[in-house]
């Protein structure tokens, strides 16, 4: 079921700052910040010959990643994005498999403008899942 790593996601309190020290410490070639209201973040892609990192910060008073940088002010590791083939028949199967999808269980349009998913952390070993079809 699961292709490429599509990206490696890190939520930092200052997306700014991330992206100077990606640009110019690591000497990374980062995007333009694209900011995602309707999944109340902003983020900006290192782009990285085998995949991506998604620097991603809150956005808007409700954001899903705020409870994490409350625990974690410095930032840190949040999500790992697997590529599929069919994101419908990818939930469906998980779904058979007991796995909690997250929000209303129908895929969004994410920063790559392709369907999204999240899977709940608690059922993949403590860590963020997200599906995008590709
Ligand atoms: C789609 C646009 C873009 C893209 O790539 O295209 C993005 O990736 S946007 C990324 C931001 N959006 C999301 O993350 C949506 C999915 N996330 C959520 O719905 C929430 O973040 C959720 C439900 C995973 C956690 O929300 P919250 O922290 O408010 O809830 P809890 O405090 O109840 O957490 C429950 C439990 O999970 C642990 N947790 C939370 N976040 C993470 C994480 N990133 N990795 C691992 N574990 C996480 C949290 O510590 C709680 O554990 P507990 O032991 O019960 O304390
Ligand atoms: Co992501």
Not at 41 to 49: C, H, I, K, R
Not at 87 to 107: E, F, Q, T
Not at 109 to 128: N, S, Y
């Amino acid at each position: 079921m699961l292709g490429r790593v599509n990206h490696i996601a890190i939520a930092v309190p200052d997306l700014a700052a991330a992206t100077t020290t990606y640009r110019d410490t690591l000497g990374a070639r980062v995007s333009q910040a694209q900011a995602l209201p309707e999944h109340g973040v902003t983020v900006v892609f290192v782009e990285l010959p085998n995949t991506k990192v998604e620097l991603l910060e809150p956005l808007g008073a409700d954001s899903p990643i705020a409870a994490f940088l409350e625990k974690n002010p410095s930032g840190g590791m949040h999500h790992i994005c697997y590529e599929v083939e069919d994101i419908i028949a990818a939930r469906d199967r998980l779904k058979a498999g007991g796995a909690r999808v997250l929000g209303d269980g129908n895929p969004k349009t994410g920063a790559h403008g392709k369907p999204v998913l999240f899977l709940h952390p608690k059922d993949f070993d403590g860590t963020l899942v997200e599906l995008e079809q590709v």
